[in-house]
């Protein structure tokens, strides 16, 4: 995830008013200064993180496939190095010796 326009504080205090109160995403994000679509999505976030919305990735696993993917890429690229190394050591290995 990006970086946010919006302080953490004011994200967790969003959040609860709109999960705790009878108003709309949009009337709260209104009062809040805070564009409903930005607090819509945090309110799904914190449901999927809390275990009431199953549709969603939580934060944490998230995190831990952004850091899978990178490894994978990582992985990857070592193992065309390693592919390359080992063809060049291969070509050098069948060079006749002199003597």
């Not at 205090?13 to 409903?36: F, Q």
């Not at 930005?38 to 309110?43: F, G, I, N, P, T």
């Not at 919305?53 to 070592?78: G, I, M, N, P």
Request: with cysteine.
């Amino acid at each position: 995830m990006g970086v946010s326009k919006y302080p953490p504080e004011l994200r967790e205090r969003a959040v609860r008013l709109a999960r705790e109160s009878d108003r709309s995403i949009s009337a709260v994000a209104r009062d809040l200064g805070i564009h409903p679509e930005s607090l819509r999505v945090w309110v799904r976030q914190d449901e999927a993180d809390d275990g009431t919305r199953a549709d969603r990735l939580t934060t944490a696993e998230r995190k831990e496939l952004s850091e899978l993917r990178r490894e994978c890429k990582d992985l990857r690229r070592s193992n065309e190095i390693l592919k390359a190394a080992s063809v060049f050591l291969a070509k050098e290995l069948d060079q006749p010796r002199p003597r």
